[in-house]
C-alpha cells in the first residue's frame, strides 16, 4: 500500500517541498558551505577549512554562551506565561476567552522596531516610567539601570514573542476535550494533579514549539540587543550582521549562524527528550 | 474510596447485593432531599426527593431535557443543586465536588484519557489515592478481566473501538469501587448489538460485584432490563419511582403511562362514578366528576369473535384501519365511531390472517386492566 501512495503524496506536496527548498534548503546548504570558504582580499575564495569554526568557538564562546543563556531564558518565561495566557483563553467560559486570544493577538500588528522603540521610550532616562515616578514622588533622579542592558533585552524580546508562543499551546489546548479533566476530578485528582496529569502532557508539543520558536528568534535576534542592550551584553546576531556587513567576512558569519543553530538544536533537543521523559513519567500508573 | 479492597476477591464492595432495599428500614445510600437546580431561570430539576438504598439497580428514565443528566450529575458532584440536601452513605455531600464523592461516573463521551494506556486510565484514580504499585497493577488486572478487555491491557486508547472505550471507561470508574456507580447514558452511543451486549454484561457486573449502581437514560427497554427500581422524569419531577413492573402495570401518572410502554388513552369525562368512553363503553369508577384519562394497553385489547363481552369487560365497534406485522405479534390500528385511534397487539394466529382493512370488529378487554388518572 505504502509504495502505491508514496508518488501520490509526494506529488501533493511538491508545491510545499518545492517553496521549503527554494527558500530554506538551498539557502541553508548555501551558507553551510560558504562557512567552510575563506575571504582574500575582499573576495571569497575556494579553499575549504575548518579555521573559521576553530576562530568561533576561541572568540565568540563568551557571546555565545552569553546569547544561548538568554535565548533560554526568554524562551522559558515567554512558554511559562503563554500557557497561563492559552490557559485563560481556553479554559475561561463563554466568548471571554476568544476575546483574551484576540487581545494577544492584536499586538502582532505593532512591528518589531516600533515595539523595540517603544520599549526605548518607556525605560530611557528620559522616559514615561522614570518621568511618571519621578512626577509621583516616588524616586528622586531617573533610574538608568532601566535600559542598555540584558533585562531590557529580556522584556522587550518577551514582550514581542509572547503572542507568537500563545499561538501553538493554545491550539494544542483547544485539543484537549472537558470530559477527561472531568473525568480527572471524579477519580479524586486536585487541580494541581489535573494540570501535571492531564493538561501539560497533552500539550507538550505546543509547550515544545512555543520554546523553541522563542529560542531560535532570540537566538538569532540582532536588533533588540543593538537597540536595547549594552555593551556588555553583545549577542552573537550582532557579531553576524557585522561579518556580513561592514567586515565584508560572509564565510566567518556563516560559520558564527551554523554555530548558533548548532547550539540551538542541542538545547532544542536535551528540553524535548528531558520533557518528555517527565511528562511519560508522569503518567505512569 | 475508604474502604479496604481486598484485590483479588471479587465481592468488595461494602454494600451486600439485594435487589430491592425499599422498605426494610435500612439506611439509604443516597438520598436526596428537595433538591432543585435551575439553569437561567428554565427549572431543569425541581423538587426532587430520592432515596436509593444498597444494592439498588436504579434507572433514571425520562425524555430528553426532563433533567435526568443534571439530576445525576448532582449525585456525582459535577453541579451544585441550588436547593436541597444531598446524602451519600450518610454524610452529607450536597457543598463537595465530584473529587471528595465516594461516586465515580462512567460519562457518555468516555472521558478517556487519550494520552495514557488502557492499564494507565484504569489506574489513574487509584495512583491518585496513592495506592502502591502492585496492588494497582492487581485491581486494574482484575477489572480489565471483569470487562473482559484483558488483552488489551497496553493499547492506546486511540486505537480503541467505540465499545472497547465504554468497557475502559466502565473499569476506570468500577476500579474505584465506588458507593455509587453513576452512568450517564453510558451505552447511548453504541450500535444496537454491541449496547445489548453491553447491557447483560453490566447486569452481570452488578451481580457479580454487587454495589449501587444508578443510570441515567432515554431508553425503556434498557431500563426495564438493568434496573430494579426506575425513576421516571418529566420536566423536572420525578412521577414514579419504582419497580419495572409495577411502573408498566401500575403508572402513577398519565405521563408516566404514556411514556412507559404503548398506551391507548381516551380523554373522557366521570359523572356521578360513571365514565364513558363512548356512548357504549360505559364503566363504574368511583372519584370526583370531572375530566379524566383512561388508559389501556394494546396488548390487553381482544377481539370479540362471536358472543357478547361479560359485565366485567369493556367492548367497543372500531373500523380496522392498519394492519402491520412486528414479528413476535401483529400491531392493528383502529379507528372507533369517535375518530379515536386505537392499537392492539396481537398475537399471530390464523385468525388474524382473515382481517381485512376497512372491517368493522368489536373490541373488549377486561374493565380492570384500564387505568384511570384524574386530571
Same mark, same amino acid.
Given at each position: 500500500m505504502a509504495g502505491f501512495r508514496l508518488p501520490r503524496s509526494v506529488g501533493l506536496l511538491s508545491p510545499s517541498l518545492g517553496a521549503n527548498a527554494i527558500c530554506f534548503v538551498v539557502p541553508l546548504v548555501y551558507f553551510f558551505v560558504l562557512s567552510f570558504l575563506q575571504v582574500r582580499s575582499f573576495q571569497v575564495v575556494f579553499d575549504p577549512t575548518t579555521s573559521n569554526y576553530v576562530r568561533v568557538l576561541q572568540q565568540y564562546s563568551g557571546p555565545l554562551v552569553s546569547t544561548l543563556s538568554l535565548a533560554v531564558t526568554v524562551a522559558a518565561i515567554v512558554t511559562v506565561i503563554?500557557?497561563? +495566557?492559552?490557559?485563560?483563553?481556553?479554559?475561561?467560559?463563554?466568548?471571554?476567552?476568544?476575546?483574551?486570544?484576540?487581545?494577544?493577538?492584536?499586538?502582532?500588528?505593532?512591528? +518589531?522596531?516600533?515595539?523595540?522603540?517603544?520599549?526605548?521610550?518607556?525605560?530611557?532616562?528620559?522616559? =514615561?516610567?522614570?518621568?511618571?515616578?519621578?512626577?509621583?514622588?516616588? =524616586?528622586?533622579?531617573?533610574?538608568?539601570?532601566?535600559?542598555?542592558?540584558?533585562f531590557a533585552v529580556v522584556l522587550a524580546l518577551t514582550h514581542y514573542t509572547l503572542p507568537l508562543a500563545i499561538l501553538p499551546i493554545y491550539g494544542s489546548l483547544r485539543a484537549i476535550e472537558d470530559l477527561p479533566i472531568a473525568a480527572a476530578r471524579d477519580l479524586g485528582a486536585t487541580d494541581f494533579r489535573i494540570l501535571k496529569d492531564i493538561i501539560v502532557p497533552q500539550c507538550a508539543t505546543g509547550l515544545f514549539s512555543a520554546f523553541a520558536m522563542t529560542l531560535l528568534f532570540v537566538a538569532g535576534d540582532a536588533?533588540?540587543?543593538?537597540?536595547?542592550?549594552?555593551?556588555?551584553?553583545?549577542?552573537?546576531?550582532?557579531?553576524i550582521q557585522d561579518q556580513f556587513g561592514f567586515r565584508v567576512n560572509a564565510p566567518m558569519g556563516s560559520a558564527l549562524a551554523f554555530t548558533v543553530i548548532a547550539g540551538s538544536a542541542i538545547i532544542l533537543l536535551i528540553i524535548g527528550l528531558g520533557g518528555g521523559r517527565l511528562v511519560r513519567q508522569g503518567d505512569q500508573p | 474510596?475508604?474502604?479496604? #479492597? !481486598?484485590?483479588? *476477591? #471479587?465481592? %468488595?464492595?461494602?454494600?451486600?447485593? @439485594?435487589?430491592?432495599? *425499599?422498605?426494610?428500614?435500612?439506611?439509604?445510600?443516597? %438520598?436526596?432531599?428537595? &433538591?432543585? *437546580?435551575? $439553569?437561567? /431561570?428554565?427549572?431543569?430539576?425541581?423538587?426532587?426527593?430520592?432515596?436509593?438504598?444498597?444494592?439498588?439497580?436504579?434507572?433514571?428514565? /425520562?425524555?430528553?431535557?426532563?433533567?435526568? !443528566?443534571?439530576?445525576? @450529575?448532582?449525585?456525582?458532584g459535577f453541579l451544585q443543586p441550588d436547593e436541597g440536601a444531598i446524602e451519600i452513605d450518610g454524610v452529607d455531600v450536597t457543598k463537595q465536588g465530584p473529587a471528595q464523592r465516594p461516586t465515580n461516573t462512567v460519562f457518555q463521551g468516555y472521558g478517556l484519557f487519550p494520552h495514557m494506556s488502557v492499564r494507565q486510565n484504569i489506574g489513574y484514580g487509584l495512583k491518585i489515592a496513592g495506592r502502591p504499585k502492585s496492588e494497582i497493577d492487581q485491581i486494574v488486572d482484575l477489572n480489565l478481566g471483569l470487562v473482559r478487555m484483558t488483552e488489551f491491557a497496553g493499547r492506546n486508547i486511540r486505537e480503541l473501538s467505540g465499545g472497547q472505550q465504554q468497557r475502559v471507561a466502565l473499569a476506570r470508574a468500577l476500579a474505584m469501587r465506588p458507593k455509587v456507580l453513576l452512568l450517564d447514558?453510558?451505552?447511548?452511543?453504541?450500535?444496537?448489538?454491541?449496547?445489548?451486549?453491553?447491557?447483560?454484561?453490566?447486569?452481570? #457486573?452488578?451481580?457479580?460485584?454487587?454495589? !449501587?449502581? &444508578?443510570?441515567? !437514560?432515554?431508553?425503556?427497554?434498557?431500563? $426495564? %432490563?438493568?434496573?430494579?427500581?426506575?425513576?421516571?422524569?418529566? *420536566?423536572? @419531577?420525578?412521577?414514579?419511582?419504582?419497580?419495572?413492573?409495577?411502573?408498566y402495570h401500575r403508572p402513577a401518572t398519565s405521563f408516566v403511562a404514556t411514556f412507559v410502554g404503548e398506551a391507548n388513552v381516551f380523554k373522557c369525562r366521570r359523572d356521578n362514578g360513571v365514565i364513558a368512553l363512548t356512548e357504549d363503553a360505559v364503566f363504574q369508577h368511583s372519584g370526583p366528576s370531572g375530566d379524566v384519562t383512561v388508559m389501556v394497553r394494546p396488548e390487553n385489547i381482544k377481539l370479540l369473535k362471536d358472543g357478547s363481552p361479560r359485565a366485567s369487560e369493556i367492548s367497543l365497534k372500531a373500523k380496522v384501519a392498519d394492519k402491520s406485522f412486528q414479528g413476535s405479534f401483529t400491531k392493528l390500528s383502529f379507528i372507533?365511531?369517535? /375518530? @379515536?385511534? #386505537?392499537?392492539?397487539n396481537l398475537g399471530n394466529d390464523a385468525d388474524l390472517a382473515r382481517i381485512q382493512i376497512g372491517e368493522v370488529v368489536t373490541l373488549f378487554w377486561p374493565a380492570n386492566s384500564m387505568i384511570v388518572f384524574d386530571e
Open positions: 503563554g500557557f497561563i +495566557y492559552a490557559s485563560a483563553c481556553r479554559f475561561i467560559g463563554g466568548s471571554k476567552g476568544g476575546w483574551l486570544l484576540a487581545i494577544a493577538m492584536i499586538t502582532l500588528f505593532g512591528g +518589531y522596531l516600533a515595539k523595540l522603540y517603544a520599549w526605548r521610550t518607556i525605560l530611557g532616562e528620559n522616559g =514615561i516610567l522614570n518621568t511618571g515616578l519621578i512626577e509621583l514622588g516616588l =524616586i528622586q533622579a531617573p533610574i538608568t539601570a532601566l535600559l542598555y542592558n540584558n536588533i533588540a540587543p543593538r537597540l536595547l542592550g549594552g555593551t556588555s551584553s553583545s549577542m552573537v546576531g550582532v557579531f | 474510596m475508604n474502604m479496604s #479492597i !481486598t484485590p483479588l *476477591k #471479587i465481592q %468488595s464492595f461494602p454494600a451486600p447485593d @439485594r435487589r430491592c432495599g *425499599k422498605g426494610t428500614g435500612e439506611r439509604p445510600i443516597v %438520598s436526596m432531599r428537595g &433538591v432543585r *437546580k435551575a $439553569f437561567g /431561570g428554565y427549572r431543569a430539576v425541581d423538587n426532587i426527593n430520592l432515596e436509593i438504598f444498597p444494592g439498588d439497580f436504579v434507572a433514571i428514565l /425520562g425524555p430528553s431535557g426532563c433533567g435526568k !443528566t443534571t439530576l445525576l @450529575r448532582m449525585i456525582g447514558e453510558s451505552l447511548a452511543a453504541l450500535d444496537l448489538k454491541l449496547r445489548q451486549q453491553m447491557q447483560s454484561e453490566l447486569r452481570a #457486573i452488578h451481580q457479580e460485584i454487587g454495589g !449501587t449502581f &444508578v443510570f441515567v !437514560t432515554h431508553d425503556q427497554g434498557e431500563a $426495564f %432490563s438493568l434496573a430494579n427500581k426506575v425513576a421516571v422524569m418529566n *420536566k423536572g @419531577r420525578i412521577e414514579q419511582f419504582a419497580s419495572p413492573s409495577e411502573i372507533d365511531d369517535g /375518530g @379515536r385511534e #386505537i392499537d392492539v
